[in-house]
């Protein structure tokens, strides 16, 4: 048996993490992954500042979809201090946080792709993202990271000319993504490398606690938004796609990227709606300490990996005793050894893909 | 579903010596129970296996540093009912806090523990892999505790 050494800088992984494997020719015999390169010691930096101060270091936990990291944590607190946020506010922040999910899965596409060596649906989802990030700068001044959802409602009203901006994109990415059927979705190819591979079976998907799309890939029917809806999902008209047997298995990692591909059709409605039903008023109810009662509160979020858990333990101050994140990609890496037996090399690297981990929110 | 009253008195009917009263700090905090160390891992397969509760999701596992003691505390979720309840542990001891590990019951209590055994060093009884999660293995201390200093 021989041992190989992956990582951790290497231009088809998720980010920083080390793969030690013991192979038998090309097969896999066992992963074992280490952790905490990227470890930036972010809930004990988060005992030591003001709640409002912390919301930079959230948009960095996975930098891919920053405003869905601090939609959790906002209306943790706001839930705390039992502050109602205007109507407008909450429109904006869906507008932004379904734009952030087209974002993140256009981004899921691309590395997706190039990990099985495809290099044009790559630059053609990174350049249907570079939209999707100019609206973001035109709205709060940022490409990446936003710090644009405060606690109280949204940093700054919608800015004039973007939602003609986005109206425009929105009907011409759903045209585009017909484009991605037919370099991926249907390619022959693709389907070869990823259908029946990376069979997560439900009972396994429970048991490790994975949720969001890779969930709904494994045949469960459940979203926050649908399930336990917050903000104002209940009021908008959107389905939840689960993963089929028509092309490969339930489960496999053909149907984790194609559950992806279906959310952003989906996303795209839910911005249009919001765009019309998006009502006059105030975009920021004013707090002027941020002093949440003696208390502790668990809040999750449908995140474009999965759902995003914030848990905050108030002492009555303006810092937070505790806050620990519960990230959807930890769970996604706990899993990752165990579906990685008696695999090929070459699977590992789209297994890993398929799965859409963010190394960033696990370290922290 | 059930709410966090109706749960509080299934468990207390069963394990009655083990539980104590139903918390909420304030009228925006969420419920909790508090149960004691040597049942836990008996509570917490309770709330698992039984077909009214269920909870087949351990959606969080944390740490916290209370100063005088340390404290885990679980998140539990159940997908088939719809309910969730939140139960907690004091460990006394800070030198050496110990606790059964519930890794046969949800799989991702594995890297869970790891992760609390990691940042606040408490054992995990029958843990099938024990050691450092996210910092390195020759680190010394257990930084999430209120008394460490990076010094």
Redesign the interface.
């Known amino acids: 048996m021989n041992e190989i050494q992956i990582g951790p800088y290497h231009p088809h992984l998720p980010g920083l993490f080390h793969l030690s494997i013991k192979m038998e020719g090309e097969i896999c015999k066992k992963i074992s992954p280490t952790?905490?390169f990227q470890?930036r010691?972010f809930?004990?930096i988060a005992e030591q500042l003001p709640y409002p101060s912390i919301l930079p270091y959230i948009d960095r936990l996975d930098y891919l979809s920053s405003m869905n990291n601090e939609l959790p944590y906002v209306m943790a607190v706001e839930?705390?201090?039992?502050l109602q946020i205007p109507k407008r506010a909450e429109y904006i922040r869906v507008i932004m946080v379904e734009l952030n999910r087209i974002a993140s899965h256009l981004f899921f596409i691309s590395y997706l792709s190039k990990v099985l060596g495809s290099h044009i649906p790559e630059q053609i989802a990174l350049n249907d993202r570079e939209t999707i990030l100019d609206i973001f700068e035109m709205a709060c001044g940022s490409r990446l990271l936003y710090n644009a959802l405060w606690i109280g409602g949204v940093w700054k009203d919608l800015t004039p000319g973007i939602e003609e901006k986005i109206r425009d994109f929105c009907p011409a990415l759903s045209t585009r993504m017909d484009d991605f059927d037919t370099l991926l979705t249907h390619n022959p190819v693709f389907i070869d490398r990823t259908a029946h591979i990376g069979v997560l079976n439900l009972e396994?998907t429970?048991?490790?606690?994975i949720t969001g799309p890779n969930l709904r890939a494994s045949g469960?029917n459940?979203d926050l938004r649908k399930?336990?809806p917050y903000s104002i999902y209940p009021e908008l008209d959107f389905s939840i796609p689960l993963g089929t047997n028509e092309v490969g298995s339930i489960g496999d990692s053909w149907n984790r990227y194609h559950v992806r591909v279906q959310e952003i059709q989906e996303s795209l409605k839910m911005i249009q709606q919001c765009l019309e039903k998006i009502p006059e008023g105030p975009f920021y109810q004013k707090i002027d300490s941020i002093k949440?009662?003696?208390?502790?509160?668990?809040l999750?979020t449908e995140n474009p990996r999965g759902?995003l858990?914030f848990?905050v333990?108030s002492d009555g101050t303006t810092k937070p005793?505790?806050l620990?994140v519960?990230p959807p990609s930890?769970?996604a890496?706990?899993?990752f050894p165990s579906l990685c037996q008696d695999v090929s090399l070459s699977d590992v690297f789209t297994i890993i893909a398929s799965l859409d981990i963010n190394m960033s929110e696990v370290?922290? | 579903m059930m709410d966090q009253h109706l749960l509080y008195e299934k468990l207390e009917s069963k394990f009655a010596d083990s539980i104590f009263p139903l918390k909420?700090?304030?009228?925006?905090?969420?419920t909790?129970i508090e149960v004691s160390v040597e049942k836990v891992l008996a509570i917490l397969k309770f709330l698992k296996e039984n077909s009214d509760l269920h909870f087949?999701?351990?959606?969080?596992m944390?740490g916290?540093?209370k100063k005088d003691h340390l404290e885990v505390?679980y998140?539990l979720f159940s997908?088939q009912h719809?309910h969730q309840v939140?139960i907690k542990v004091n460990l006394q001891d800070k030198n050496n806090p110990k606790l059964d590990s519930v890794c046969d019951l949800?799989?991702?209590a594995?890297?869970?523990e790891r992760e609390i055994y990691d940042?606040f060093g408490i054992q995990f009884k029958n843990h099938p892999d024990l050691r450092?999660?996210?910092?390195?293995p020759d680190f010394v201390g257990h930084?999430?505790r209120k008394d460490w200093s990076p010094s």
């Not at chain 1, 429970?206 to 606690?209: D, E, Q």
Request: aromatic letters at 12%.
């Open positions: 952790l905490g470890h010691s809930e004990k839930k705390l201090l039992d396994t429970l048991s490790y606690g469960k459940w399930n336990m949440p009662p003696s208390g502790e509160i668990f999750k759902e858990g848990y333990v005793y505790r620990k519960m930890l769970s890496i706990n899993c370290d922290r | 909420t700090l304030s009228k925006t905090s969420d909790t087949d999701h351990l959606v969080c944390s916290i540093d505390v998140h997908y719809n939140i949800w799989k991702n594995n890297g869970l940042f450092r999660m996210f910092l390195p930084p999430l």
